[in-house]
């Protein structure tokens, strides 16, 4: 199912190793504030292993704490994995013939980082049969890397203090990867524009202003597309 014996599985595996540390360490963080916050052992225990979103985690953690409203926690979790939904749409040209319980498999193991390195690996949205290998390799050894420090954190919240500050170490891998990407000169101005408008939304409730660098960065990226000169149309050529 997963195509473990594939070369392009151990590929998708060795391409995403350099970022787990990073990973593990944010992961680990989560399940140490999960305990701080107040959750029990199984509780943080099945959040980790259902929702397995680290920002979605941290976000919902201190509405926990302050006893919001259901709805509220729900909606900051939403927003602030919208991104996925962009993630979703750049993937379904590569897997949208799969059968439907697998593209679920799929979504559930879907990650920032498997999107970015899946995206730089095959930049042409065709599909082939390295892509699912691929993309197993990478999204399996994330999962790992996260659940099984995140799981740590939880058993070990007594001893390590959230004042060490190591889960910012996923969040500089994140940004270590996404810098190596940004290799064009729309990709620097999306990505400038989606910083500003972070910062400049940043007063928003439920981590809105997420929501607002993103729809920044698709509003560049869309009109600077739009703006580019298309291809020639040639002499006596049809319309």
Request: net charge positive; aromatic share 12%; charged share 10%.
């Amino acid at each position: 199912m997963f195509g473990w014996r594939h070369p392009e599985f151990r590929r998708g595996a060795r391409e995403i190793a350099g970022i787990l540390p990073g990973i593990g360490a944010w992961g680990m963080i989560t399940g140490v504030a999960m305990i701080k916050a107040g959750l029990s052992v199984p509780a943080a225990m099945a959040m980790t292993l259902l929702v397995y979103a680290g920002s979605a985690q941290l976000a919902a953690l201190p509405l926990l704490v302050a006893g919001a409203p259901v709805w509220v926690i729900w909606a900051t979790a939403f927003c602030v994995n919208l991104r996925f939904v962009i993630f979703s749409a750049q993937w379904r040209p590569y897997f949208a013939p799969f059968p439907r319980a697998e593209r679920a498999r799929m979504a559930y193991f879907s990650g920032d980082l498997n999107y970015i390195l899946f995206m730089r690996r095959f930049p042409e949205p065709v599909p082939s049969p390295e892509q699912k290998p691929y993309f197993w390799g990478g999204a399996i050894s994330n999962w790992f890397a996260w659940q099984i420090p995140s799981i740590a954190g939880i058993l070990l919240a007594d001893v390590i203090p959230t004042e060490w500050g190591i889960g910012f170490a996923g969040t500089l891998a994140l940004i270590g990867l996404a810098c190596s990407l940004l290799g064009s000169r729309s990709s620097l101005v999306a990505a400038g524009v989606a910083g500003c408008a972070a910062v400049a939304a940043y007063a928003l409730p439920l981590r809105l202003n997420i929501l607002v660098a993103i729809a920044a960065a698709v509003a560049i990226g869309l009109l600077m597309d739009r703006s580019r000169p298309g291809p020639a149309t040639p002499v006596g050529g049809s319309r």
